[in-house]
């Protein structure tokens, strides 16, 4: 039966930091999609923009104005021909026109609209029978840098990554486990902690960076000997945030140290030997391509991953593969607009073996689909937080995933570690 858009209605909503966000509803004449747009603080330079001048309000204005006369009575199955009329109303490079969170909404709301008409989840629509892989579920326990104020830890992440479960509730009940214990360490350390956390739901602390990672190695290899499988340790530097481009140096302030390109390689690497490391995101500043194929040239069975560096886009991801830079990416559908972009890197990433990591954004709601997205499209990874009802609500829709999958589920392959 054709799921021809019948209808579409734009709102504005609210995510989990408060901000203002577009939500799509997609009504076809036999199912409905509804999609809200999440938001990322620690930015890449070359991510699309979220919202043209005006903010959501003329995001809503555009979706009613320009986008619906032209959405209305196509085929919703035709998700490409939908992305490239949003590319084609838009006209410019970046979204800016009709926003770039308004193109993610409205595309993966007609995915979701065209699953449903078909009576099929979103993972089964866009995966077809492969699709039986669950992610390892990438979870931040310790948050610092742009994602806290004040005297915490420089670096902006501190993530669990229990990569030997056997299955997807196992590996995510580790994570909880790790989590709430990383919290009662805290409490000894930092006499003046009250629970706080970040929007991802990772837990603030006045600690500094050698604190933090001493804490969670010590906590992830307490949890591998207690689940019988390796739960390993990663990072989010977010350098770009910590990056001087006049002094040439990343400044860690908490740290009370510069380091520049040669330093923050020597650093990062004794980090990844020390701590045996199996994740660093983004450990150099977005330009510099250079350092990330030293870095990835000289580790082993350790992700290097680039987030900022490669906004999701192909460009910059082919510029990254010339120079085996990094052998591992994160994929934000808003980074780059729409669902067929995003395909598209992760196939390219795919066919010259990089890591796709399907990746929720810190300003998130309750919306799951990145949870179908991660399966779909053979993700091995996904990273969405542990705790908290944005992050959560992604972690449960996996843990139905893996059960409606039944004996058909197995864990990703992800033999890189
Ligand atoms: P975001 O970044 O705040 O832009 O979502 C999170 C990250 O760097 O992974
Ligand atoms: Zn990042």
């Known amino acids: 039966m054709p799921a021809v858009i019948e209808d579409i209605i734009a709102r504005k909503v609210f995510n989990g930091r408060g901000e203002e966000t577009v939500e799509i509803d997609m ?42 006369p032209e959405i209305v009575g196509l085929d919703a199955d035709l998700q490409e021909e939908i992305d490239k009329t949003l590319h084609d109303i838009d006209g410019s490079k970046d979204f800016h026109v009709i926003g770039g969170n308004t193109a993610f909404a409205l ?37 610092g840098g742009q994602h806290t104020g004040g005297k915490s830890p420089d670096i902006q992440e501190y993530l669990a990554l229990p990569y030997g479960a056997g299955t997807f509730l196992e590996a995510a009940a580790v994570n909880v486990h790790v989590h709430k214990r990383i919290g009662q360490a805290l409490e000894k350390k930092d006499k003046l902690f009250a629970g706080g956390k970040s929007d991802e739901g990772a ?26 499988f390796e739960c390993g340790l990663g990072l989010d ?38 701590y045996h490391l199996v994740y660093v995101e983004d450990p150099f500043h977005e330009e510099d391509f250079h350092s990330f194929t030293e870095i990835t040239k000289k580790v082993k069975n350790c992700l290097i991953c680039g987030d900022d560096l490669f906004t999701t886009n192909t460009e910059r991801l082919s510029r990254g593969i010339k120079a085996r830079a990094a052998n591992a ?29 399907m990746s929720h954004r810190s300003g998130d709601t309750c919306d799951w689909h990145i949870a179908h997205l991660a399966v779909a499209y053979l993700c091995p990874i996904v990273k969405t937080g542990i705790v908290e009802s944005s992050r959560v609500a992604k972690i449960n829709e996996l843990i139905r995933i893996e059960e409606f999958l039944g004996d058909r589920a197995k864990m990703a392959d992800l033999e890189q570690l």
């Open 27 to 68: 009504i076809t004449t036999s199912g409905f999609g509804r999609v809200a747009a999440p938001a990322g603080k620690s930015r890449g330079k070359a991510e699309v923009t979220y919202y043209p001048q005006g903010g959501v309000d003329q995001a809503v204005k555009k979706v009613e104005e320009v986008v619906a």
């Open 107 to 143: 595309s993966l709301a007609n995915a979701e609209a065209a699953a449903n008409s078909a009576g099929l989840l979103l993972f089964q629509y866009l995966g077809g029978h492969v699709a039986h892989e669950l992610p390892y579920p990438l979870g931040n326990a310790i948050s």
């Open 203 to 228: 837990w603030v602390a006045n600690i500094d960076d050698p604190e933090a990672i001493e804490i969670m190695a010590k906590t992830l290899e307490q949890a591998t000997n207690e689940s019988g």
């Open 237 to 274: 530097v977010a350098s770009s945030s910590l990056w001087n481009s006049k002094t040439k140096t990343y400044n860690y302030q908490r740290q009370k140290k510069k380091r520049d390109s040669g330093e923050q390689l020597e650093y990062i690497l004794e980090l990844i030997k020390k």
């Open 329 to 357: 990416l994160i994929i934000k559908v808003n980074q780059v607009g729409t669902l067929s972009d995003a395909a598209e890197t992760i196939e390219m990433a795919k066919r010259n073996g990089y890591v796709p990591v």
